[in-house]
């Protein structure tokens, strides 16, 4: 074995304790300000944190490399887990892509991820990556212009996400999946839109 699979092997392996310590109590994530957007179908966070075994099949499977391992700066025990930053690439719940599931929750192996059928209400259901949040001091929409990009990438429009008068979007978060399409199309910077996680 050379030295960089070696360290790997060590990696995974520390990371795959700390993550049995979370499942037991013996180790609690730490609550910051913002937390890791998951892929969709993920177990709530210390379910999904004791099943990730960090192989990494589901950012693999990714047809729009959405999916990133996390790196040093994580909490404890979530080194490696798969994250999703929409503003750099958003989950796009595989559309047009061809197959019956999104391909991510089909190439785990663990569970961590629950397979998911590529159909609106099953999506609705088992998805629950974040909910976006609207910054109204920052969205044009608000603020003397007409914009509506956010609500032209959501996959659930007139659902999810619904516009007003000037293109004002308003988001339902019974309906967001959190996908980040809207966070990522979004034209303001920094952006007017983002997925927030809420842990409880």
Not at 96 to 115: F, I, N
Not at 124 to 149: E, H, P, R
Request: with cysteine; charged share 20%; glycine share 8%.
């Amino acid at each position: 074995m050379d030295r960089r699979n070696f360290l790997k092997n060590v990696l995974m392996t520390g990371a795959a304790t700390l993550a049995t310590g979370a499942a037991a109590g013996l180790v609690v994530p730490q609550k910051t300000g913002s937390h890791p957007i998951r892929p969709p179908g993920a177990l709530p966070e210390i379910e999904f944190l004791a099943r990730c075994i960090r192989c990494q099949r589901c950012a693999d499977a990714c047809p729009n490399n959405a999916i990133l391992p996390s790196g040093r700066s994580s909490g404890p025990g979530e080194e490696m887990t798969p994250v999703i930053q929409p503003r750099r690439q958003a989950c796009m719940l595989c559309m047009s892509v061809k197959g019956d599931t999104l391909k991510c929750t089909e190439a785990c192996p663990s569970g961590a991820l629950r397979l998911v059928h590529k159909n609106a209400e099953e999506i609705q259901t088992k998805v629950a990556m974040g909910i976006a949040q609207i910054d109204f001091k920052l969205c044009y929409s608000y603020n003397s212009w007409s914009c509506g990009a956010c609500f032209r990438a959501c996959p659930f429009p007139n659902r999810a996400l619904t516009l007003g008068l000037w293109e004002r979007p308003t988001v339902h978060a019974d309906q967001c999946v959190g996908c980040g399409l809207c966070e990522r199309a979004c034209i303001r910077y920094p952006q007017a839109i983002r997925v927030k996680v809420e842990l409880g």
